[in-house]
DNA sequence: CAGCCAACTGAACAC
DNA sequence: CAGTTGGCTG
């Protein structure tokens, strides 16, 4: 908000404030700030900027490259000079593209343009890449072999699709569905056809990669659908076939700016190349190599570097200035990510005060640091700080749950930011698959997934049958269905259940066609699907689960509606000014957004605790951070470190160093590392040695012994940390749980040895839950909630999740974990 | 030939 | 711990 407004502090009081930072290492680079001119002064625009931000937002024509640290203020940076190349240089919004790489961002650069422009502001195309990608594709679809109905295949359908490529090339061996993946989509990120893979003749697996990536493309143009990557593959590729077609969007998009440059992969810069050509480029690019965190993902850091190479003349902007974090953080930050070699040197400073001092919480398992920090989240709430203002950041996924379980047993309110899960749930997937067919019957991946979903009694072998026709036909799954009597094999049973699903598809299909909102189409079509039934027939606990999910989902189409009044996308397009708009029906605009948002929560997510993973954290900040899971394997994560397979790889390192620092200075003023001495992740026991990246950070910048701390740190060897003491930590009356007096600074084998030792077989005291004996058939027995029943079987489960089948008189039958029952 | 269960495998980050 | 696969039964 406006913590990045700067003080306007005078120069002197800023010589004080930097004159009591000495000892710490300091650069002061404050160097030239600005005599004030009127116009910086007078000008709105302007006022609220240091003389960098400045010079960046005045920029005339031509490329221009901003590299904005962290905190620095570089949102407002392009929302300003967005603004000024509207007002001030009279330039049509709607020529103007802003390009980030998140929902996210995109959702706050569109709400800070229309403050600062008012409509107009609503007038910019601001969209991420992919969405960009989405809605160009679609106005031009005809010419690269696809309908605008197309639809967007995520990773699943993407392995799906993929997975039947490999099997009609007769690809098996030993290539994992997986691996292919990666490697056509390594492919498209660096914009290569299959012809272009460079395949030795001894490289059989490339050669394999090779045919699947081709033959994977062509059943995906007969479905009428794309992945990720082809949103911007395609594109380019149409932009070189078609240079009038470039030359169009030349003259739409006159200003480009791209946020996290630094995340850009080969097509995406490409993209940019092909949009702005050099001898009129006014492309402005806003990024820091140092928060270069999606190397996985195809992004290139070093785009950061040729951009002035591919750029002759281009105009270069430091910005170093924080306006975010206490200094104390930015030394944490720095000297963690200064040990990364190859970057461009720049460091981050600021007239904050140090501030507090940075904090370790060290526990003895993953469910006590959770603990402690749901405690120290809970003592920051009773010391003033808002809920909304603290978060807490792991490496993976994973690491969520036990600290999930740790919020609710204190009673903290908080929200996960998560990316799609919501719409990975199968009850989901399989609503927005009846969605896609209802809108794209040819999409054959949709409809294999549904066609028995819920069971028609339509089998493998019918399904086999149907696509074998389809396939000698050349027709989609859609179309073979209605030769259901020509498919050879078929009895007549399996015909009639085919021309029965046809009919559905075609009812689903016009549903979607006659309803004008999104919500009744979703509504109408979930509920045709027969999804729905299938769920409440069954009569459990899930079920009733996944039936609630859908009706959220139903709910969310109509949230879409409410928030895009009816109709504003639909018409409208094809001319030249205004904004870039698509003629869609609200379904399809809403199947649009969830295939590339992904998250539904709409939860007011305000007065709560954030969980999420450092990946999502980057771009947002809060008042208190928590750091978890600062273990080597975990952080940074084993992949990088090798594991048993060869040693470190320096390059995944780096990007693991650099995902630090992005976690680091999200913080503004108080920063916790926690981790634990064993941790159970994916099943398995781990004693991992304290993250590399915590000996990095100097000791002196460690709290020393405030109450609140548990231990605090002592820099040794790299990678070992050595405990003094600790405070206890009031952690309520949870049982078995034990602060460690002190940190077992026993290497990690012989404190294994010991646990071994100790418990005769390997150390897996994780997760042993007590064995249950499971209820035999025809036990009478009682349920805490549905009263008294009979066992009528076993429903499957092993172990301590063995769950029976239990008649209740009075509720029909349901699904039990054995455990919750008490046998009479 | 559909549906169920047991066993196996493999497991980041996310548009 | 999930999602997928293979074998068995009705």
């Given amino acids: ?389 603290i978060a807490i950041f792991y490496r993976v996924n994973a690491q969520s749950r036990v600290v999930e379980e740790a919020m609710r047993l204190s009673g903290l309110p908080y929200r996960v930011v998560r990316g799609r899960a919501f719409y990975e749930r199968a009850e989901i997937k399989d609503a927005a698959a009846y969605l896609r067919l209802a809108v794209n019957p040819r999409s054959d991946a949709d409809l294999e997934r549904v066609i028995n979903t819920p069971a028609r009694g339509i089998g493998a072998t019918t399904i086999e049958r149907l696509r074998g026709f389809a396939q000698s036909e050349e027709l989609s799954l859609y179309e073979a269905l209605a030769h259901a009597g020509h498919v050879p094999g078929l009895n007549a049973g399996a015909q009639r259940r085919l021309r029965a699903f046809r009919d559905l598809v ?90 590339l948002v992904g998250d539904a929560d709409s939860e007011d997510d305000s007065g709560r605790v954030s969980l999420m993973t450092l990946h999502a954290a980057k771009g947002l900040e809060f008042d208190a951070v928590f750091m978890t899971g600062m273990e080597e394997s975990v952080f940074p994560h084993s992949r990088a470190l090798g594991g048993e397979s060869g040693g470190v790889d320096p390059e995944e390192l780096a990007e693991e160093r650099r995902l630090c620092y992005v976690g680091i200075t999200r913080a503004r003023r108080r920063l916790w590392f926690t981790l634990a001495q064993q941790r159970a992740l994916f099943g398995n026991l781990q004693l991992n040695d304290p993250s590399r990246f915590l000996a990095d950070v100097p000791r002196e910048l460690f709290d020393l012994g405030a109450p609140a701390a548990a231990v605090q740190a002592e820099r040794h060897e790299p990678g070992e940390l050595y405990v003094e003491r600790e405070d206890e930590v009031d952690l309520g009356d949870d049982d078995g749980f034990v602060v460690t007096d002190e940190f077992d600074q026993r290497p990690e084998w012989e404190r294994r040895r010991e646990l071994e030792r100790k418990a005769e077989k390997p150390p897996e005291p994780l997760r042993r839950r007590p064995e249950v004996a499971v209820p035999t058939v025809g036990a009478r027995v009682r349920h805490e909630q549905f009263g008294d029943g009979l066992v009528v079987g076993s429903a499957g489960g092993g172990g301590p999740n063995a769950s029976v089948r239990v008649r209740f008189p009075g509720l029909g039958e349901r699904k039990i974990v054995a455990r919750f029952l008490k046998p009479l």
């Fill in 1 to 389: 908000m406006d913590r990045q407004r700067p003080n306007p502090a005078s120069r002197a009081a800023r010589a004080e404030a930097l004159s009591g930072r000495e000892g710490l290492g300091y650069v002061a680079r404050v160097t030239e700030e600005p005599t004030a001119q009127s116009e910086a002064e007078t000008d709105p625009l302007l006022a609220p900027l240091n003389e960098h931000q400045r010079q960046a937002v005045k920029h005339g024509d031509g490329p221009l490259l901003v590299l904005a640290g962290a905190g620095s203020g570089k949102t407002r940076v392009i929302t300003h000079r967005v603004a000024w190349l509207v007002e001030r240089r009279g330039v049509a919004p709607w020529h103007i593209l802003a390009v980030t790489f998140t929902n996210k961002a995109a959702g706050e650069m569109r709400e800070r343009l229309e403050r600062l422009l008012g409509p107009a502001g609503a007038e910019v195309q601001v969209s991420t890449f992919h969405a960009a990608g989405a809605t160009l594709l679609r106005r031009e679809a005809e010419r690269v072999g696809l309908t605008r109905s197309f639809v967007i295949y995520d990773d699943s359908d993407q392995l799906q699709l993929i997975r039947r490529a490999m099997k009609e090339e007769g690809v098996f061996e030993d290539i994992k569905p997986k691996t292919v993946r990666q490697r056509i989509d390594d492919a498209k990120n660096r914009a290569w056809l299959p012809e272009d893979l460079a395949v030795g003749t001894h490289d059989r697996v490339g050669q394999a990669v090779r045919r699947v990536y081709a033959r994977y493309q062509r059943l995906l143009r007969a479905a009428n659908a794309v992945d990720f990557g082809d949103l911007l593959l395609e594109l380019v590729l149409l932009f070189k076939r078609h240079p009038d077609v470039l030359e169009r969007y030349r003259r739409r998009f006159e200003y480009v700016l791209v946020d996290e440059f630094q995340d850009t992969n080969p097509v995406q810069y490409e993209l940019l190349k092909l949009l702005c050509p050099k001898s009129r480029a006014n492309l402005c690019v806003v990024g820091d190599d140092d928060q270069s965190i999606y190397r996985w993902r195809g992004a290139d850091p070093s785009n950061i570097l040729s951009f002035e190479r591919d750029f002759p003349g281009a105009e270069t902007v430091k910005l170093e200035r924080n306006y975010r974090s206490d200094a104390g953080i930015l030394d944490a930050a720095y000297a963690v990510i200064s040990k990364n070699a190859r970057r461009k040197e720049k460091r981050l400073w600021t007239d904050r005060p140090k501030g507090e001092p940075l904090r370790i919480l060290f526990a003895p398992d993953e469910r006590a640091e959770a603990q402690l920090v749901a405690a120290q989240a809970r003592e920051l709430a009773s010391q003033g700080v808002p809920y909304s203002e």
């Fill in 506 to 595: 075609d009812a689903l299909s016009s549903e979607a066609a006659a309803a004008g909102e999104a919500g009744t189409a979703v509504e109408r079509i979930v509920e045709k699907s027969g999804l729905i039934a299938a769920l409440v027939a069954e009569q459990t606990k899930e079920a009733d689960e996944r039936t609630e999910n859908l009706r959220e989902f139903i709910g969310a189409a109509f949230e879409y509606d409410r928030l895009h009044a009816a109709g504003e996308l639909v018409g409208a397009e094809g001319s030249e000014e205004g904004p870039l708009k698509l003629a869609q029906t609200p379904l399809e605009a809403f199947l649009e957004q969830i295939s």
